[in-house]
């Protein structure tokens, strides 16, 4: 129990980004042991990560990887960080800096960028070497596409020379309005669909589990065990 509160010395700048072009702010962290890493997209698209200790009441490092990102997803570990970078068209893939980290300073290094690639939904999860970036492609402003045409592609990155290719293509019913990897696991993904469809593919084997939400539930997330998922809408949450 915390006896009292120390506050983290974090700024951030303000936005100078026209309203009508800013996005939903959004906030992930690492999910182990030991430092934690905190990775923040705000409202105009710059991209920041910070280093907390383990207690996580005090910032250590910060650095900044983008300046106008869309989608944005990292691994579990913090270790790699995918963004949609708006400047370029392109994703760009970084991967943590060990030698920096174990200094207690906060770097990455850009690993690989998939190159003509506009995904709306993001996530990652990272291998002993390597990434695996799962991403559904939604143009903006194209009226929506037929069922067949709504894919998942999954792609493996190489953290030792940049090389990067196409592992799984998998087809969804319909929009996809969010993606997420399961916890510690690169074969399960979770995967929300325009009309309420949640569902929980497994990769290795192809087999699928879904459920049934209401239509635009867009925050979905899923247990360490995959034995529950909840999803936020409106004012409450529903677990199922």
Known sequence: QLQHEEPLKL?????????????????TMSRIQGTC????RLADGQV???????????????????????????????????????????????????????????????ASQLVNKRPGHLAAQGLQDA??????EEPPGAPAAPAPTHCIEVVSVSGLDGSFQTVYRVPIPSICTALNF?????????????????????????ETSCAYD???????????????????????????
């Open 131 to 136: 990434c695996l970036v799962a991403m559904v």
């Open 11 to 27: 700024r951030l700048p303000p936005t100078t980004v026209p309203s009508q072009d800013l996005l939903p702010p959004m906030v």
């Open 48 to 110: 920041y990560c910070w280093l907390l200790n383990s207690a996580r009441s005090q910032l250590i490092s910060e650095v900044k990887l983008a300046i106008c990102a869309g989608a944005l997803a990292t691994s579990d570990d913090g270790a790699w960080v995918c963004l949609t970078n708006k400047e370029t068209g392109h994703v760009d893939v970084f991967m943590l800096d060990q030698a920096a980290h174990q200094q207690a300073r906060l770097s990455y290094k850009k």
């Open 182 to 206: 399961c916890y510690k696991s690169t074969t399960c993904l979770l995967c929300s669909c325009a009309e309420g469809l949640q569902l929980v593919f497994n990769l290795y084997n192809s």
């Open 37 to 40: 890493i905190v990775m923040g």
């Open 214 to 240: 209401n239509p635009g539930v867009r925050s979905c997330s899923i247990s360490t065990d995959m034995s529950m998922i909840c999803s936020a809408e409106g004012n409450f949450f529903k677990v199922y």
